[in-house]
Structures are given as C-alpha cells and as structure tokens.
DNA sequence: CATGAATGAGACTTCATTCAT
DNA sequence: CATGAATGAAGTCTCATTCAT
C-alpha cells in the first residue's frame, strides 16, 4: 500500500489557510487547495468531509493551541492582572506572528462559524475570552481596574481591536511593525487616550 | 399614472440589507433579495449593474452618510478634542441603532470590499476616520492625549473595538442595550482599564 | 418576461423517458436529458427538483394515467370478470403501443423507485393492482375461477408476466406484434399451459 | 504458512450479492463489498477486472450452476413434459431458497446486462429457458399442451412471472411462503385463472 | 499476493446574469 | 421600465481504479 507519508492532512491544511487567506473563504475553491497542497483534489475528501470543516479544523486548531498555552501566562503569581492581561495580548499576537494568513483567515472567516451552529471550536475560543475575562474580575475585585466596565462589552472591546489590528498588519506585514502594534494596544487597553 | 413607482433602488437596497445581515454576502442569492424587495430578479440589473455592486452601494451609501454629517460634530469649537471623539462615537451608533440588519452587514462584509479594488465608498470610510485621527492629533498637540500613540494604530484599535461591539448588539439588540456599550466605548477609549 | 412557452415540462419528461430507456436511470446524465429535450441543463431543475424526480414523475403520470382509465373497463356491467381481466390487460398493453421506451423505463427502472420510500405514485400504482385483485375475488366468489388461488400471488404472477413481455417487445417492437403477445396472455392467465 | 486464505473470489462474490441485493449494483461501492468481504478494496482487482464484471460473475455462476443441473430433472424419461416444467420451476425456486440476497440482485439487476454486450452468461441463460421451451414443444406435440402457444412468449410470460414472484419473496422470506408460491406457479402455469 | 492511500474524471446542482416578451 | 424563464459556467463531491509499498 502506498503509507500515508508526511504529513497530508498538515499540508492541506496550511494550503487552505493561505488560500483562504488570499482568495476569502467562499472565494477559494477545492481546487486552489489541492493545487497548493499539491494534492489530487479527491484527496482532501479523506481527510476532511468538506469545505467548511476544513475552515473548521483551522479554528478548532487556533483555539485549542491558544487555550492550551493559557496557563502559561496566568499560572505565574507574581504577575498582576494587567500583567497578565499584557500576557495574554502577547499569546495572542506571538500565535499569528509566524503566519500572517492564519491571522487573516483569522480575522475574516471567524464570524461566519460563530453563528452557524454549535461548533466544538467555538468553546476552547469562548473559554479563552472568558478567562481573560476571569483576569479583569479579579483586577476590580483588587481596585487595581476601574470598577464600572462591564467585563461582557470589555471583552469585545479589546478582542475587536486586537483583531482589527491583527488584520491590520496581516495585510501587509513589512509595512507595520507587529511589536509596536503591540506596544500600543497594551497601553490603549490599560491607560487610553487621555494623558 | 404608475402609482407609488416608489424608490425601487431604495427597496431593493433595504432588501439586500436584510438578506445580506440574515445569510452573508456569498450565501445570499439575487432571488432571496428580489423577493424581499417584492421586484423581479430581473429589475435588480435595471438599478445595479451586479451583486457587488448593490453592496458597494450599501457601503457607499453608508459613509457618505456617516461623513456627511461629520461636521455637526467637529464645528463646534467649544468641544475639546476628548469631547469630539465622543461625538464620533455617538455618530456611528446612531447610525446603526435604527438598523441592526446594516450593522452586521457592515461588520462581517466590509472587508470583503476593503482590498478588492479601488472602491469610490473607501474614500469616505478612510476620510471618515481620518477626521477622527485629525481630532487625536489635535489633542495630542494639546496634550490632552497621550503622546506615544500611533494615529494608525489607534484608529485600527478603536475602529475594531467599536465594529465588534456593534456586532455583539446587532446580534442580539433586545439582550444588550446600547447606550450602555456606548457609555463603556468612551470611557475605555478614554481611560483605558486601569483605575 | 419570457414567456413558458410550449409544454417544456413535458418535452424534457419525454427527453428522460427516451435517455433513461436507452442507458437506464443511473446511467443517463442530466446533460443527456436536457440536450435530447433542447433545453439548457440548468432548465430542467425548473421543472424539477433533482434527477431522481424525474423518474419519479415518469411514473407518477404513468400509474395516475392508468389508474383513472380503470373505470372505463370495469364500469360495463355486462363484462364477466374474466372479460374485465382482458380488459385490464389491454389497458396496459395499449398504455405502452405508442412509446416502446416508456415500457422499457417502466419495466427496468420501477423497483428503484418501489422500496425507496414512501412514493406517492405507490398509491395509484398499488390501487391499479389491487382493482384488478378485487376482479379475481369477484370471479371466485361466482365460481369462475380457481378457488384456490393465492390473490397476491396471482397479482404479482401475472404482473411480472406482463411486465417481461413488455420489456421484450419494447426492446424491439418491430419484431414481436404485440397483439399477438396480448393473445396469448389473455389466454395463458386464464387457461394455462395444458389443453 | 498463510492460514485459511480461503476462496477469496467467492467471498467478494458472495459479499457483492449482499452489497448489490441491499442497494442495487449502481448505488454498491467498491469499498462497501470489500469491507463486507472483509478484502483491501484493491484486492478485488486481483480477482475481478472492474465492477461490472462482479456483477456478471454472479449471473455466469448463477446459469452456469443453473443449467449444470438441468438434466437431473429432465433425463427421467418417465415423466410428462408437464411435470418436467414443474421441476425447472422448482430448480429455480430451490436456487433461490437459501440466498433470498441472490434473488433480488437477479430480479432486479439482470436487465443491466442483459442488452450490454455480448455477455458469456447470457449464453447459458437463454440456454436454460430455450430447454424448457423444448419441454414445451414437446408437450405440444404429445397434444398435452395447447397448440397456439407461441413457445417464445410463453418462455417471457413465465419467466417474468417467476421472476416477479421471486422478488415479492425475497423482499420478506418470513412473510411469503416460497413453496405457497411455487404451487401457485404451477398450477397457473398449467390451468390458469379459469375454473 | 495484499493493501488502502491517492488519483482525477465526471456527475449533479446552483445561481448570477441575460433577454424575449 | 418590468418581468421571470432560460441559460450555462463553475463548484463541490463521489468513487472506480491504480500503484507504491
């Protein structure tokens, strides 16, 4: 028999980020990926079902890879909430740094999933968010966060302009430097605008 | 007489509003969007030239609209800069507080359009914020605004912010209300979390 | 607008009959069909939902169409069942006289259709059947057949006899006459083999 | 030593037989009948040069088997035509009594083959019925049979009628008596409806 | 001989767009 | 202007067959 060598499922899927990540998810077709993958096109069929898990499977990938190395970063006691908040901006930001394309599927494919129906992905991604959310409870518990923000509107707050800037980068990572990207959304996240 | 000949392009672009905030853009069809506008499929190729075209139009239509009514915000010199950004922020959710449907449109299609081609609509959304960054730079100078911020970033940072939020309201306008998410935008964009 | 002009459910209807019969169902493509009813793919699923539909409503048009012309055999008074029998027997057979691929279809690709799943056309198709089982009682309870038959049996003896001569005449009409076939069915139902 | 490896080619046949019976030959993959041969789907290449050619093994050792035990019932030179034909009829219904799978692939598949191409199958096929027709000339001749029968037709009519009857049974052997069936077959054979 | 992963041709079906009325 | 039937290109997915191991 001819063994499953390397790694196809791997290739496919890093070929379907960057297609998607050129083309938008609806634009891109089985084809683009097998081509890329350089694979038969029939062949994707035994490793994913269809199209949409293969969108799936990126995410589910993302999540559970991101929520996995949480503890990383909280774990440390010495940290302060904001610490650790800076920590999880880093968790963030390190992930994509290596794969702009992933950061673009990222950032425009997501919603189309999050709506759809019951995705397992969707837990290890809301689970992260909410432990995030965890760190700010605590901050206000500690006074060392202002006491009214409501930590549901936070939450989007600070994941919408992170993803925004993420895109923002992604699209063009030699123009825009991802640390100083970095630098900025601590502060914003923690001090705003006014002096 | 023809009676009522209406403003068909209108209903035809509150239609596709609907369709599109129901199914996305890729999953929506002409006839869904015929039917809802109680035209023929056909008619729609009278008003718009193809299925891009009507959401470049909604796009359009938005920030001409949205930068039109910029200067009621920015002409009034009594305002300090921090008080202008205010009144940005009012300016978009007031926009969208009327018409959930436009707002997840906007949130989950606008990138779709944003790198395609050069867009006449990109104009008034990239002016649009760019009076905005006007006002931060303004304050800076005034030192009423921290003096590391990118302009670039900040703009991504608060635009991102503000979409997702809109997003989390137009999904669910009854469970979260807005003025509350507005109150939480300014003050997060102003002061940040820290107290 | 135009205009549905002709009958084009009916010509793409005869078009799947003639490519069905030619290479049976699971062997006739859709481009097949709409090309021998000049008529563009697409068109078809106008009329149509899918292909297997369309077998579907070959049959139901055959079963409704026989079952309605029932009552013109069985209504005279004056026949005997035996007669009433014949009659039924030239029903079928006269069904078929025009359109050899009709019987061809109706012979190979009916018990495709049959066990699938609850088919509306079954109805019709069971009650033609069953009409001609409630004439085989009656000829029973007056003594003029056979009491010891087995009424399914029967049904299914003489319909499977039909159903193969058809198929052998259909296959070539211009050497078997089917009057002929129908004589000698007539009497092979009644009176057997032995003199 | 490689333990048991059995009759491969009569696993795949029989595992095929079911596969066919359950979903039809065009609907059976070639991965379902190796998994219910338990045999790699490139096995039955081994044994078999496509698909189809499974299908006309079947029929080759169904007529083959058939036709081998043809003269048991006809060398008794004591026997009348008559009960002659009622041993063919019982040696198809015996064929059939212990693989009900075998009866439906060949109620409802051997059409497909029947027109293709020049089958070897088809040979011994029409050779089994063309030595019943003899039985019946014969009959014919001894005056026992009815003179006007047209012997072809007859083969069609009975042959259709066995068939279908063989059908209703395999469909739910629990429901229909097989030799319930048979007597019927031969008494309508012989003396028909008619008291 | 045996395996089963890999292939790629081809089928069904959808839908943006056209155009005769 | 308006209509909606008709078009046909294009995409997803299946599966018989091949072939490296």
Do not use: C
């Amino acid at each position: 028999m001819r063994i499953k060598e390397g790694n196809k499922e791997k290739d496919i899927l890093e070929a379907a980020i960057k297609v998607f990540a050129q083309n938008g998810f609806h634009q891109s077709t089985m084809a683009q990926i097998s081509e890329q993958a350089s694979v038969a096109t029939g062949s994707i069929y035994l490793y994913f079902p269809n199209k949409k898990e293969i969108l799936q499977s990126i995410f589910d990938m993302l999540w559970n890879n991101l929520f996995e190395t949480f503890d990383t970063v909280t774990s440390n006691d010495k940290l302060s909430p904001a610490e650790k908040l800076d920590g999880m901006i880093d968790l963030l930001f390190d992930r994509f740094i290596e794969n702009p394309s992933l950061a673009i599927v990222f950032v425009n494919e997501q919603n189309h999933l999050l709506f759809d129906d019951k995705n397992p992905f969707t837990n290890n991604y809301q689970r992260f968010l909410d432990r995030g959310i965890e760190l700010v409870r605590n901050g206000i518990e500690r006074k060392e966060f202002w006491g009214e923000v409501d930590l549901t509107i936070f939450k989007y707050f600070i994941f919408g302009a992170v993803r925004n800037l993420l895109h923002l980068w992604a699209q063009n990572p030699d123009k825009y430097n991802l640390n100083t990207i970095r630098k900025n959304v601590k502060y914003l996240m923690k001090h705003g605008l006014v002096a």
